[in-house]
Structures are given as structure tokens and as C-alpha cells.
């Protein structure tokens, strides 16, 4: 997504769970093993741990939707690693809020969590585009642009799995996003080009995914790479895993989220999606191939 162009995003193949256990009384604790965090907090909703900050924004935004959120225990686990340009801010976000609300007997629609999770990625990245909840929450394959939401979806989708290798370098969203913004202003007369062009891609895109033509969507991730990578989003890491997964036969890959560390995805004919798991696993300790276009956000079970 370059400065409100839209952006296709789709829903993976990993778990983010949440498990909530009322309580008789204060503190809501709730504890996360991939976060490191582990918080208890009373009625203000204040912990001393920076990585409960966004989802006590949550908890409070729940109120503010009139769920009676009760005290509870909530344990949150996660497949997928943290500050990897995946979305685990968001899936954690929604996991807990679906949880709650579930436990408060409220059950929140799909708007209506998009809205509570967006709270919780304000307090994360500051000016979020929301399309990490948006992804998590709604599923499938979507179009997504800043200020319109999710204005389109992709059916079918992927039918191969998305390689996807983590980097290992960690940031923030929000300083390569003012780094965009500040590259834009500085190009002038460039700056409505490479938006448009960004546009065209998503088009063409669009319709090699419906279409299932493997090649083409692999030819638009290179040439989306190459523009994210002129704008100064991309590290050497990244370029790395992106060359080593084209090496072993990937028909295309590109970094993914905001840039400056985080990950890449990659996509390969069926029999050539093994090589380029091994290729990829020598330069990163996280690499999967994932379902896209999975099932969104959901409570799984309820028990009272």
C-alpha cells in the first residue's frame, strides 16, 4: 500500500488464540508467551508492560461498545512471530476482543470488531491503515485501501500455498510509512505515476489471481518489489531472502507489511514449493508455505 493506493491482503494459514476464563473479581490478567507479556490490571486498565498497551486499548474500546467485559484470566497464543509484517498486533487484538465479548455474552459483528481491533492498532503503530485487522478479521482475499476499508474481495483465491520467510529484523510501522511519505513529497511530478502505476498492478493482479495464472501474479510481485524497494522500504535481509527464493525457481516474491525488516512472501509452481522452503530456510529461522485465504476471525468454542 504506497500513500492510498489500495493493497491486496490475504488471511493466512496461522492460529492466533485467545482463551478466556471468568473470574469473581479484579484484576483481568492476561498472558501471552509469544509477546512475553503477562499483565493484571483492575478496573483503569493500567499495566507497567509496553506490550499490553494495545490490548488493554482494546478491553477499553469494548466498553466503549457497551460490553460489559467481565474480570477474566486470558491466555493469547500465536503461530505467528511478532513485529514480522504479518499481522500478529491485529490477530492478537481480535482474538482477545472475540474472546471477551464471547465471555460478556455480546456478540460483535464483523464491523463492529474491525472497529474495536482498530483501537488496539492505534496504540500500536499510531496511524494504522487497517489492513491487518481487516485481513485477520474478514478472511478470504481482500482489496483493502486506507479511509474506504475493504473494498473488494478475490474469489477464488491463491490456489498454491504463500511462502512466506521472516526476516528476523524487527521495527515499527510507522517510520517507514513517514519514510514513503517524505520520498513522495521529494519526487513531485513522479509521486501520481508511481501511485497510478501501483494502482494498475493491483488490477492486474486482481485478475491473474482469479484467473489462477501463477506467472503473472509472480511477474506483478516482482515489479511491486521493485517499487518498494526504489521508495527505500526494503533492507538487505529482505533482498536476500527475495533473490535466494527466486533462485531456487519462485515464480515471484516480494517483502510484505510496512518494510524496513519484517518479511517476505514468495509464490511457486507446486513441485518447486519445497526448494524454495530449503533455499529460504538457510537465510531464516522462520519459513513456512501457508494456506491464503483462510477463514477470518471466529469463536471456536464456548463453554458456560
Known sequence: MVNGSR???????LWTQAIAYEKPSWPIEVESPALGLRCATGPELSCSSREATPLLAVVKALR??????????????SEAPASAGLGSSASSSAALASALAELAGAGLSKEELYRVVMEGERAAHGNPSGVDPAAVIYGGTIVFRKGAGVVGTISPGLSVPLIVADSGARRSTSAPVLSVIRFLDRIGGLRDSMIGLVEQIIDLASDAIRKGSLEDIGNLMNI????????????????ELVHAARRAGALGAKLTGAGWGGSIIAIAQPEKTNDVV??????????????????GARVVEASY
Not at 467485559?69 to 497464543?77: L, T, Y
Open 7 to 13: 493493497a491486496i491482503a490475504t488471511a493466512l494459514g
Open 64 to 77: 466503549g461498545a457497551d460490553v460489559d467485559v467481565p474480570p477474566a484470566r486470558v491466555i493469547i497464543s
Open 224 to 239: 511491486n518489489h521493485g517499487l518498494l524497494s526504489a521508495i527505500g522500504v526494503s533492507t538487505p535481509e529482505l533482498e
Open 278 to 295: 530449503s533455499a529460504l530456510s538457510a537465510h531464516s529461522r522462520w519459513v513456512r508455505a501457508l494456506e491464503a485465504g483462510a477463514e
